[in-house]
């Protein structure tokens, strides 16, 4: 796998954006060395600095240089960009001379030519792309008229054109690179999931960079509360549970992207490979870090819905947000209990102050004395898995069309016959209920598994020190003091 595609896997794109690069690189007319990793950057938005749309910039100044130079309308465009057979420095350096001298000067004096590029005076600073660079450009220039089949051809075509009629005009260099650049953030948005979230995700991998030791990152329960604390009146941050979710897609998407064993920092997703990596510490102990579905679910759509697996809230409360984390809750156990007892007490405090239910209402609940115990979770947890294994029980038994015998037959046939409730308790059961039975069974082991997982994870809480008695009065009065500075005086 080359550099490029390993850069965009880290950054979460879709195979389509995959396709759409090795469409560009695996040509190989490029030989510029470097060029596939700098347009991997690019695309995935990774590129130095802050601004992930200079390259963009540099290519609308490109165009308007090759305008200048005798390059004209689309004609010269696609000569330039796509007719090269080989393209590396020298070649490039070679062409645009080779044009200036057939036009006998630039049709623009906004443009001149140096021994190492191309040079203009670009919002009253002095600018130069280097003829090293333009292999890069190229790249790029033809990975957005081809990207998604070629749908942006066109819309690229009249922008290119445009750009071409006044050259050495600043202002439709800068319309031409913010067009090219709106249409390119909308294909990472779509495509690649860094850039979907990119704001928090930037901001995340930046705290995690701050707090690295020995270059690794260590995304723990402690550091997502942190975060909270500090970032708070960041756009987004601002409950506990959108700060645990955005650091759960975070860490998901190390992981599927194969960054748990190295993840170059510094800015999003690493600009410099000489500027060392960053090595996420993960706790392995959760299992399978493979992508999660949420499997409660389809227990609330057709056909699982016809059968009453899950009554009420007082058997799905329970298990609704550890379900949706899956793997991630066992990972972080204390960061998900303070999301089931606190973050329900901020809703209630957002929804006193949206309805106006006045001071006296939000201050009842900054003491968060509301809230439910560690224990008490706990126990919720414990009750869960029991009805879990029943249902796993019986659900054994519409499943099995009397293959089962002796005891564990016994034990699913009772089990099935003791749940009353609608789908269960039948002494027959038709083609179809047993179709809607082995489509949950699955679902059913995986919650079942999931639960337990992080029962055990408790449990070893439970003996260490402190153990969770401590910590829910530790939490309880940090989430308190919290909550009283965000909205003390907002009633």
Known sequence: MNDGVVILNRAGAQGSV?????????????????????????????????????????????????????????????????????????????????????????????????????????????????????????????????????????????????????????????????????????????????????????????????RAEKSRWRIDDQSIFDFWILHWEGKGFKEYRTVMTAFIDFKRLLATSALAMASETATPLGTDKDSGEIDPEMDERAGDFGEWSNPLSPFSEAPLNQVNFFKGESENAPLRELMRLGPDAVDLPIAFLRLEAFSPIQSEIVADLRFKRGADAVASRLSCSQAQTYDTLSIGYDLAAEHVERVQRATLHAVADGALEGGIADEAERAFRELRRKGFGKSEIDEDARETFEVAADLIVRIGANLNAFRRRLDALKTRDPDLNVRFTDDSKAFSNHFATMYGDAS
């Open 18 to 210: 995959v396709a759409d690069y090795l469409k560009v690189v695996d040509s190989g007319r490029v030989f510029r060395r470097g060029v596939d990793e700098r347009l991997a950057r690019i695309v995935a938005g990774s590129t130095a600095g802050q601004n992930r749309d200079l390259p963009v910039l540099h290519l609308s100044l490109l165009i308007d240089a090759l305008n200048a130079a005798g390059f004209l309308g689309s004609a010269g465009r696609w000569e330039f960009f796509l007719g090269m057979e080989r393209v590396t420095k020298a070649v490039v350096q070679a062409a645009v001379s080779d044009r200036i001298k057939e036009e006998e000067d630039w049709s623009s004096s906004a443009w001149s030519q140096t021994e190492t590029g191309l040079k203009t005076v670009h919002g009253g600073e002095d600018f130069e792309i280097s003829y090293g660079y333009i292999p890069t450009l190229i790249a790029l220039f033809e990975f957005l008229v081809g990207m998604e089949d070629g749908r942006h051809f066109q819309a690229f075509d009249d922008i290119f054109e445009k750009l071409g009629r006044t050259p050495g005009d600043d202002r439709a260099i800068k319309d031409a690179s913010n067009a090219i650049a709106s249409k390119f953030r909308d294909y990472r948005t779509r495509h690649i999931e860094w850039a979907a979230k990119q704001e928090k995700f930037d901001r995340i991998s930046k705290f995690l960079d701050e």
